[in-house]
């Protein structure tokens, strides 16, 4: 699974999830792999920065005129 793309990698990590939670996933490994695989998707995920009032700023300007 780790040669799609970004999206749809982390779509099927969410599929196998809800299947975990649900008790319809037999292979935990295949899981395991999967989460592994995407550790680096999800910190790039929660390492962008956050939006700021200076920037905000600057773009309400641009539509006020």
């Known amino acids: 699974m780790t040669d799609t793309g970004n999206l749809e990698g982390l779509q099927g ?8 939670t649900e008790s319809k996933l037999p292979v935990l490994q295949r899981l395991l792999e999967e989460l592994e695989a995407r550790l680096n998707e999800f910190s790039v995920l929660l390492d962008k920065p956050r939006k700021n009032d200076k920037s ?6 641009g539509w006020s005129q």
């Not at 905000?56 to 300007?61: K, M, Q």
């Open 13 to 20: 990590l969410y599929r196998d999830l809800r299947a975990f």
């Open 56 to 61: 905000r700023g600057a773009l309400n300007s």
